[in-house]
């Protein structure tokens, strides 16, 4: 018999910090069909009388989606906004560098702004500062945000915009430590760059938020020293470093793949020790946060994206990065989210890359429907339910060795309090690959708590999709547990997703509904 087990302690006082919505955020980058044939496509039986798909634009409400990346991504460095505006038949086509495909801008910043509010998102901006620069960034700040009597804010009253859009949180660039990025900098030279940019934009509306490029990945040669260089000169103008990194399964091995947290943890404390040592040497009364704007599962794809754009280069909205996502891909996703309320207290805003079609939780048929994804019900549980305080995960656990990785806890967890609601959520995951695992938390000071509902996702094939014909993996509501008194216990499936929603016994039977 195994002697395998994990109990959890769970109470009020563990608080980590208040959960910013924004780390339930995403991205729509201006790649593959995102866009086209994503979120836009006049002439679909779903699309309204702007083009935007109503089908699509249901299940991005379904997920509450607050703040969403726009428009790269690598796209956004060479991105001439000026052609994304005004009429349509005015704009320019032009070529998009980054993934070697031709924007015809016919979906541009307008549009996305209309969209955006009827996903009810706000938008989270991100400037060229590969081959454009601060001038630039100050334009389109003027168009965006002003109510002043001005050519751009003029400019965008005569496109029919009266109401500035208010957009609070700005991208300095994207990934500029990247050789594949049009107007690669050096760290000192962004930097610089990103420095005097935020800098003139604040001068321009003091209330902005502003997040400094961090490295494209921990695989970078220059990862932590770019962020150390770069933060010594932006340090005093940006409130936020940005993080990047996918993650993937070519080799698999199911469970060194769902042990590749212990991998993100690093990443995370090598970042937050670098902008401390930083805020250190300035001796600095401000704390950087930090926004973790790229991440996802990303490998499927790859090889057929690289033939597509070597081969056949300059098309509208080729189908590019469109994973389709397994069962054990949504483990992962999972586990990612549960480590990022892990670090609530640093961690403000994180964008799932990206929303439709691209590395999506939401594929597309370009003629039929809609369908979501395996990732979209882990990120769906946690935008949903993991709203308050995160506490701090009071765990014993057995542990197991993948091959490359050792100690790895047989299950990961964390409880959030939503102290308005009386609730209490526990996200866990079973990652051991062979055996169930008994479970146990105690509920310390949350007197009078009880089982409001058991959401589970279990699966015997790793590698089970969804489709548009049906859904191989999809949450269904658990009845195999006891709450004795105030320990809740069950039984976790080898490789599952766990959401165990308690509250006050006056709140039991709502918003009980498995899928959303």
């Known amino acids: 018999m195994s002697n395998r087990k994990a109990s959890m302690i769970i109470d009020k006082g563990f608080a980590i910090a208040e959960i910013d919505k924004r780390i339930y955020g995403s991205f729509i980058e201006h790649l593959g069909r995102a866009v086209y044939n994503g979120i836009y496509q006049p002439g679909h039986p779903s699309a309204d009388e702007e083009g ?9 409400r379904e997920l509450k989606v607050p703040i969403i990346r726009y428009p790269g991504g690598n796209f956004v460095s060479n991105f001439f906004w000026e052609d994304s505006v005004g009429p349509k038949s005015q704009r320019k086509k032009r070529l998009d560098l980054a993934w070697r495909t031709l924007e015809t801008n016919e979906f541009g910043l307008g549009e996305f702004a209309n969209w955006s509010q009827k996903a009810g998102s706000e938008i989270m901006m991100a400037v060229n500062l590969g081959t454009r620069g601060m001038a630039d960034a100050l334009n389109l700040l003027e168009y965006c945000n002003m109510d002043t009597d001005s050519y751009y804010a003029d400019l965008r009253r005569s496109h029919g915009v009266q109401k500035p859009y208010g957009i609070k949180t700005w991208c300095l660039g994207n990934e500029m430590d990247g050789p ?14 990103a420095a005097e940019t935020a800098k003139a934009m604040k001068m321009m509306d003091n209330s902005l938020e502003f997040v400094s490029c961090g490295s494209s990945n921990v695989d970078m040669a220059t990862f932590p020293e770019w962020e150390a260089v770069s933060l010594n000169e932006d340090y005093d103008y940006v409130d936020y470093v940005s993080l990047h990194q996918y993650y993937g399964n070519p080799e698999g091995d199911t469970a060194d793949f769902l042990a590749k947290t212990q991998d993100l943890e690093r990443f995370i404390h090598t970042v937050t020790a670098t902008c401390d040592y930083i805020k250190a040497k300035k001796r600095s009364r401000k704390t950087l946060n930090l926004s973790f704007d790229e991440w996802n599962v990303w490998f499927h794809s790859k090889a057929s994206d690289d033939k597509e ?14 994973d389709i996502y397994t069962f054990e891909d949504a483990l992962l996703v999972g586990l990612i989210l549960i480590t990022f309320l892990k670090h609530a207290d640093r961690l403000k805003i994180a964008c799932l890359a990206q929303l439709v079609n ?19 019900y882990p990120f769906l549980h946690a935008s949903r339910y993991g709203r308050g305080i995160a506490l701090q995960p009071v765990i014993s656990s057995t542990s197991h060795d993948t091959s490359g990785h050792s100690h790895v806890s047989d299950i990961d967890a964390v409880a959030v309090y939503n102290e308005e609601k009386e ?6 995951v079973n990652r051991h690959p062979e055996e169930d695992i008994p479970f146990e938390a105690s509920l310390g000071n ?13 699966s015997r094939d790793m590698k089970a999709v969804n489709s548009l014909s049906g859904e191989q993996v999809a949450p269904y509501r658990k009845t195999d547990y006891r ?6 216990s069950t039984v976790m499936r080898s490789c599952s997703w766990n959401v165990i929603r308690l509250g006050k016994e006056n709140h039991m039977g709502k918003e009980n509904n498995a899928n959303h």
């Open 309 to 322: 754009m070597a081969d056949r280069p300059w098309q509208r909205a080729p189908h590019l990065l469109e």
């Open 358 to 376: 691209v590395i999506a939780p939401i594929m597309t048929d370009d003629e039929g429907g809609a369908f979501r994804q395996s990732i979209y």
């Open 446 to 458: 949350f007197e009078g708590y009880r089982v409001q509902e058991y959401l589970a996702m279990e």
């Open 483 to 488: 709450m004795e008194g105030n320990v809740f």
């Open 52 to 60: 935007f798909r109503k089908d699509v634009l249901s299940l991005v």
């Open 423 to 428: 609730e209490v959520t526990v996200f866990a």
């Open 180 to 193: 594949w990025q049009a107007g690669h900098k050096t760290a000192y030279e962004y930097g610089r760059l």
